[in-house]
Each structure stands twice: as C-alpha cells, then as structure tokens.
C-alpha cells in the first residue's frame, strides 16, 4: 500500500524559513513531487526529487533521501502569498502518483 | 500554451441526481487523470487514461462512477447516482510524458457539493 505523511498545519512569520517534512511508504519509487495549492485553486508544479541530495530553485528547495523514504521542503524568505496548502507526492510503482494530505502553511505580518 | 480546461467550475445536486464534469487537457499531452480531492485532503487519483485506454481505475467506484475519453483528447467524468460524500473538488490533470516526471497540469476543478 501507499502511506504518505506530513503535518497538517505549520505557521511562520513572513521573512522566515519553513521547512515541511514528508515520509513515505510506498511500493515502487520513481520520484517525489511538491506541489503548491492556494485555496480554491489548482496545484501547481513546485519541484521534483528522483536522486538523492538537495534540489534548489530560488526561494524553494527540495531534499530526497530514498533510502529513509524522507524528503522535505524548505521555504526561504517568506512572503504572505506562500500562504497555501504544500502537497507531497510520490510517484510509485505503475507510475501511480499518489499524494499526502497536505501541509497548510500560514504565514503571519 | 493554453492550460487544462475544465467545466462547470461549480456544481450543486440533490442526493440520487446524475451529474458530468468535462475535461479538455494541453493541446499533445496523451495522459490524463481525474483526482478526487475531499476538503482538507489531497487528491485521490480516480481515474488515468493513455490516449483513449485506461491506464489505471482501480479507486474508481464503478457502481456510480464513469468516466471516457473518446477520442483521446475530451474526457467526461459522471456520478450517478450522486451520494452525500462525493461532495469534493475534482480535478482533471494532464502530462506529456506517461510516468508523469516532467510534473502533472491541473485543470481549475469543479466543485461540487451533494445536498
């Protein structure tokens, strides 16, 4: 079966740095995505991990360790429009992308 | 390039009613999925088509859901007849590539909500 993890909810102060954490048990392994949602809205790509080690693009980074089934992304420089819903999900056996619940990210003046 | 379309954004029907969502993916991307997404969760894959075959429906519930994509472009997705907790967003997304690795499109959804 899939068994993807995150919390629920996290707050931070704009100017700070958020790091979300996903842990999965999956069968089959053929990348971890993040996606960002803002409410009433679609998902939208934010990064890809199939490798081990850090991905970064710009004030967003992404870090994969397959063999502690562990990734996490980190949020420089908080702005309020990061305000949103942070979606992990793995992409397992038959190319089956399956997601977590979703961490929403509040982020305060 | 145009994104995915999706129609109607919203959608209210009575318990036992029938209702149908439409999709029109990115223009050449030959993969498409339907997500349900319950409020407060992420989405749940219903549904993935490659070209007009199914890919993958095995979290589709087949007594009241069903979903087709003709001519492997246009998908349609129904519920009949609706239940009180398929109220949820779903969300029609596309990809270029069948494994998905170049990151799946999302359409806007279409909310619906089962009175």
Known sequence: GQNIDQPTEMTATEGAIVQINCTYQTSGFNGLFWYQQHAGEAPTFLSYNVLDGLEEK????SFL????GYSYLLLKELQMKDSASYLCAVLGAGNKLTFGGGTRVLVKP | EAGVAQSPRYKIIEKRQSVAFWCNPISGHATLYWYQQILGQGPKLLIQFQNNG???DSQLPKDRFSAERLKGVDSTLKIQPAKLEDSAVYLCASSLDPQGIYGYTFGSGTRLTVV
């Open chain 1, 58 to 61: 710009g004030r967003f980074s």
């Open chain 1, 65 to 68: 360790s397959r063999s502690k």
């Open chain 2, 54 to 56: 199914v890919v993958d």
